[in-house]
């Protein structure tokens, strides 16, 4: 796996944990008063959407003009198969916290509606299918482009300026590829050019930098002027998404592989899923030993990782573990050989 794709991943991965982190503390503990740790907040949404960006950097890189045998078969098996599992799970640890949950309706709402935190997965199997549409019909990217942000920012203005419209539909908000159509095109034109892409993005280094700066403080006004929601669907976090992928990409061509970023890239899918319900059991008590919120959100955030990597590791011991967690590298391989697994980055 090409190094400064695990640490995308590995970034991603950490920033969604611990924004789950202040989530779930705030529900014992409450939310600090501090405005920058609201903005914090936001700002760690980008992490979804850059999830779904580099998963089809992947797979426009791997497979830009044909996808292989079994192509389908394997995703099932190794992304649909645990988001079905982590489905029916949530409901059940639903139903713990909360008797009177109708844990069959909830089963079909994650499943359906995608009413939990693996509702990310049912954009990427849309994404999967706009990939085969674009390299069986040969699609140009360049009408398709500029044809995607347009439809993107219109559904999504649309969908957010008109709650009363979609009110009992709020998954129509996140689930449909319309809201994500931008980044798709981005991360493919990225993924299908990538050694052309991640040489001027290299030179250019320091630009990236300014880029990502500039997107910040474009969110920042955006949150002064009264845009408080903490959601990865704000458009106004599609150039910190791409800013900051873009800075990724090109200084982590300087780093060195770290042991740490590649497990925890290698894990990340189970993490992702597995992350959610270990906070909701471990925060009240984590609280009975940190009281200050922040010291609350740290402690949480890293002894949730830990637990999850544990989780992870005995899972892959057992026979089809990999339905559970996802296909997870158990020794060193081939990159021939990788390129066989599928990934949701």
């Known amino acids: 796996m090409i190094k400064e794709w695990n640490l995308l ?112 997965i049912i954009v990427i199997f849309q994404f999967y299918f706009l990939h085969y549409l674009i390299i069986r019909y040969k699609l140009s990217l360049k009408w398709l482009f500029p044809i995607s942000l347009i439809i993107m920012f219109g559904y999504s203005n649309y969908a957010l300026e008109n709650p009363i419209a979609m009110e009992g539909y709020s998954h129509l908000l996140k689930l449909p590829f319309l809201g994500w159509f931008g980044y798709f095109t981005v991360a493919f034109l990225i993924g299908k050019h990538y050694k052309k892409v991640s040489h001027f993005l290299f030179k250019y280094r320091w630009l990236t930098l300014v880029g990502f700066a500039v997107s910040i403080l474009y969110l920042y006004a955006s949150f002064k002027s009264g845009n408080l929601e903490v959601n990865s669907r704000r458009l106004d976090l599609f150039p910190v998404v791409i800013s900051f992928s873009s800075v990724v990409i090109a200084w982590g061509q300087l780093l060195p592989r770290f042991a740490f970023v590649n497990l925890v890239s290698t894990y990340s899918f189970g993490i992702y899923l597995i992350h959610w319900q270990v906070l909701r059991f471990l925060a009240p008590y984590t609280a009975n030993y940190f009281a200050h919120p922040f010291a609350h959100v740290l402690a949480l955030f890293f002894i949730t990782l830990l637990i999850c990597l544990v989780i992870i590791k005995l899972i892959t011991l057992i026979p089809y573990g990999d339905f559970i967690v996802g296909k997870v590298k158990k020794k060193p391989v081939k990159e021939a050989e990788i390129k066989k697994w599928p990934s949701v980055a």
């Open 9 to 120: 991943r590995f970034i991603a991965c950490l920033s969604i944990v611990f924004l789950h982190s202040t989530t779930q503390s705030a529900r014992v503990l409450g939310y600090p008063s501090e405005e920058i740790y609201q903005f914090f907040r936001i700002l760690l949404c980008y992490a979804t959407p850059a999830f779904i960006v580099l998963s089809v950097i992947i797979l426009a890189n791997r497979y830009p003009d044909k996808l292989p045998e079994k192509f389908w078969v394997n995703r099932i098996k190794w992304i649909y198969l645990p988001f079905l599992f982590f489905a029916i799970l949530d409901a059940i640890v639903g139903k713990y916290f909360n008797p009177n949950l109708l844990i069959g309706q909830k089963i079909i709402d994650n499943i359906i509606t995608g009413k939990f935190v693996g509702w990310f």
